[in-house]
């Protein structure tokens, strides 16, 4: 995103933050297109409002933006050349749902509170318009978290890179999700969303669990155990806390490998393919691509 005020309803229901604090009693944050953003409460304490006041603008905004207070907010934005269309996005913050209110919109609703309103906390308003006449929200949401647009994970590694730092793995053991990273990467790289709808690992993961059972491996190997898995607050699996998955023995890690590359690359994941690209997750070119750069070639011998 570039440093210019985005209209408000170009705001993509899909962006998560990258991250988000408090900052003097204010719930701020950036989406992953760098989107800066307060919270609803932020937006409320910043201006001298109880919370429910600006909770109640922003959620019902399509009615409210043709009451006195929405009409003077909406040609403030309209002045601004940002469209009135939506004023927020939905965003999960340690596992709440929030109202994400980006800076261009926060801008338009404190300048009507400083200006426009009857408030008796009206000189709040303008104390913190004033402040922020000399800095931008944007830069004040950026100082404040500390947060550098040139270095930030981009949004179509976020997913696999936060789940790879939740995830360690005990000694002894090894987990799908660590042992696929090849094929996530490769995946990502032929533009497969990967995100907290697309998860690869939980294919692999119940078809290898299948040829565990099916092949009496745990005689052989030893017993597999269960181990915690934990998603980003920002994932819907987050609200059932750490998911009990499968780990296996280090002794297995070849038998894996050998059935990975020989069964299911070949065999299982094409037809996993078929259905993310029923689901648009991936054309159905790069799929070609992707099945091309993971399926392993046979070594030519002379």
């Known amino acids: 995103m570039s440093q210019e005020l985005i209209p408000s309803?170009?705001?993509n229901m899909n962006l998560v933050p990258v991250t988000e604090g408090e900052v003097d009693g204010i719930n701020m944050g950036v989406l992953s297109d760098g989107t800066p953003f307060l919270s609803s409460r932020g937006v409320a304490r910043?201006?001298?409002q109880a919370p429910s006041s600006i909770i109640t603008l922003v959620?019902?905004?399509e009615e409210e933006?043709?009451?006195p207070r929405g009409a003077k907010i909406a040609q403030i934005l309209k002045e601004q050349g940002v469209s009135d269309s939506k004023i927020h996005v939905e965003v999960v913050l340690n596992g709440v749902k929030t109202h994400a209110v980006d800076d261009a919109t926060c801008l338009a609703i404190l300048e009507y509170y400083a200006f426009d309103s009857t408030s008796k906390n009206q000189e709040i308003a303008q104390t913190n318009y004033r402040l922020l006449a000399r800095r931008s929200i944007r830069e004040?949401?950026?100082?404040?978290?500390?947060y550098d647009p040139n270095n930030v994970v981009p949004l179509e590694w976020k997913h696999f890179h936060d789940r790879m730092l939740l995830n360690e793995v005990p000694r002894g053991y090894f987990s799908i999700f660590k042992e696929i990273a090849d094929l996530m990467v490769s995946s990502i790289r032929q533009g497969l969303v990967v995100d907290d709808h697309v998860v690869p690992d939980i294919s692999v993961g119940t078809a290898w669990s299948k040829h565990w059972e099916n092949e009496s491996l745990e005689g052989k190997y030893g017993p597999r155990t269960k181990h915690p898995h934990r998603?980003?607050?920002y994932f819907p699996q987050a609200k059932a806390g750490a998911v009990p998955v499968n780990i296996y023995p280090l002794a297995a890690l070849g038998e894996f490998r050998t059935w990975f590359e020989s069964t299911y690359l070949p065999e299982k994941f094409p037809n996993y393919l078929k259905g993310q690209i029923k689901k648009q997750s991936i054309s159905v070119t790069s799929a070609e691509l992707l099945l091309e750069a993971v399926v392993p070639k046979q070594i030519t011998k002379h």
Do not use: A, I
Request: hydrophobic share 30%.
């Open 140 to 146: 004040f949401v950026y100082t404040s978290l500390g």
């Open 231 to 233: 998603y980003p607050d």
């Open 65 to 67: 933006k043709y009451k």
């Open 59 to 61: 959620t019902n905004w």
């Open 46 to 48: 910043l201006v001298g």
């Open 9 to 11: 309803n170009q705001m």
